[in-house]
């Protein structure tokens, strides 16, 4: 569109900005990555938010940039799974948030932002307004981007929505699952010819035509760099390096949660893994802390899981990294309204199953680090705090905004920001549900 001007802002890895390319590139459109400096030249300002702390990172980025709302230079559209989430405390900060999918909408509302200054799209919702519009669903389509990691990776989302309904998870209930067909990705994988690709999706080992695509990629010389799996389906992974989710810490929690793993099957899989590398197994899974029902008990049969594991003679070719989120409830999902304790002392905890209570595992273990009062309750704010939210973002200092203080003093800092919910009209019993 002649004479309009559009800026580009995403958050984190550069992985990050395939949402906001594909839209782009459907409507025939191209946006010009912006900073704090250059931010106020664009008509148009898109931005692609994914996760809670996009929030913060906005709100800073606006105040360096010294623009805001309803000042129309630029107009701020806001798209992405955080923004789809949660759309009432980022219509605070912005001109418009755009709920779903937005592949097939963004040409259409550029051109009629650029013509009124407004934007009255059905799916875009803003400050005020009496209700959240239902979600956008796009058929997902065979479109690829070359990232700027180290020599370049090439992305193709091959299926959207999630055949599984996991209870903590949205992505099942979000959207229908839809799946890019072989014979539209065979074209992009020919082009990719001798690259690393990366070829995603909610469960990708579970795309109809799965086994074409990886021979594909072999006849193309690629290489497959996606690590993740469901535990069915580890085999599915080339190379020695998976991810998958456990989730539960006992077999009765993954059950109440969509994930029937008992941990016979747990041993049984991650065995057949590991004793198939070539080289050192490199296995990364995924726990939830603070799920509806958790007990000792549950904390006792994690800890029965390693003493197994450690006692397999094959774990002395396993390299662990264990990785453990307490719950954050999500809107679409079944613990949407889900008790959270905020300050529950998870990190000492994962440190002695880690460190075996200072003993020592039979396999190697990467410790992880979780996420403390702090991350919890600026987490809770975006999800549970509604439009009421952003009063409390908007008093946060720069410091806060930007960076993470020391360990030592982010309980205090998470209970100063309580202490500001408060008086926003946000109680701690309504984050925790």
Not at 32 to 55: H, K, P
Request: proline share 4%; with cysteine; glycine share 10%.
């Amino acid at each position: 569109m002649g004479g309009v001007t559009l800026g580009k802002l995403c958050f984190g890895k550069d992985t990050m900005q395939f949402g906001i390319q594909l839209c782009l590139s459907r409507a025939g459109l191209e946006a010009n990555a912006v900073t704090e400096q250059t931010a106020s030249g664009c008509d148009i300002l898109l931005v692609s938010m994914f996760w809670y702390r996009d929030i913060y990172a906005l709100e800073l980025f606006l105040r360096k940039a010294g623009i805001r709302k309803g000042t129309g230079k630029p107009y701020i559209l806001v798209g992405g799974m955080q923004a789809t989430m949660t759309p009432e405390i980022i219509s605070r900060m912005v001109d418009g948030v755009f709920v779903g999918d937005a592949d097939d909408s963004l040409g259409e509302m550029v051109e009629e932002i650029a013509t009124t200054g407004q934007c009255a799209h059905p799916n875009v919702y803003h400050e005020g307004d009496e209700s959240v519009p239902d979600p956008c669903v796009c058929k997902p389509s065979a479109f690829a981007v070359l990232t700027n990691e180290k020599r370049g990776v090439v992305r193709v989302e091959i299926a959207r929505g999630c055949k599984y309904k996991c209870a903590f998870c949205a992505l099942g209930h979000l959207k229908p699952y839809q799946e890019v067909p072989f014979s539209e990705l065979l074209p992009v994988i020919h082009k990719a010819r001798g690259r690393r690709c990366s070829l995603f999706a909610p469960e990708r080992t579970r795309h109809s035509e799965w086994l074409e695509i990886k021979a594909a990629l072999k006849v193309a010389g690629c290489h497959d760099i996606g690590q993740d799996a469901r535990l069915e389906h580890l085999m599915e992974v080339d190379g020695a390096t998976v991810t998958f989710g456990l989730e539960g810490f006992s077999a009765r929690l993954r059950k109440s949660i969509g994930k029937p793993f008992s941990d016979d099957m747990v041993m049984k899989r991650l065995g057949e893994f590991v004793e198939t590398r070539k080289n050192i197994a490199r296995v990364s899974v995924y726990f939830i802390g603070n799920l509806p029902g958790e007990t000792e008990k549950d904390w006792a049969a994690v800890w029965n899981l390693f003493e197994r594991i450690s006692a397999a003679e094959w774990s002395r070719r396993l390299v662990l990294c264990p990785v453990l989120n307490p719950l954050s409830p999500k809107k679409f999902t079944r613990l949407v309204d889900a008790h959270v304790d905020l300050f529950a002392d998870y990190g000492t905890r994962w440190s002695r199953l880690l460190r075996r209570d200072g003993g020592q595992w039979g396999f190697r273990v990467v410790e992880t680090l979780v996420w403390g009062p702090l991350e919890r309750t600026m987490d809770a704010i975006v999800q549970r705090g509604g439009a009421a939210g952003y009063d409390v973002v908007r008093r946060l200092p720069d410091k806060i905004l930007k960076g993470k203080p020391p360990l030592s003093e982010r309980a205090t800092v998470a209970r100063k920001i309580l202490a500001t919910c408060e008086s926003a009209g946000i109680t701690q019993q309504q984050l925790e549900g």
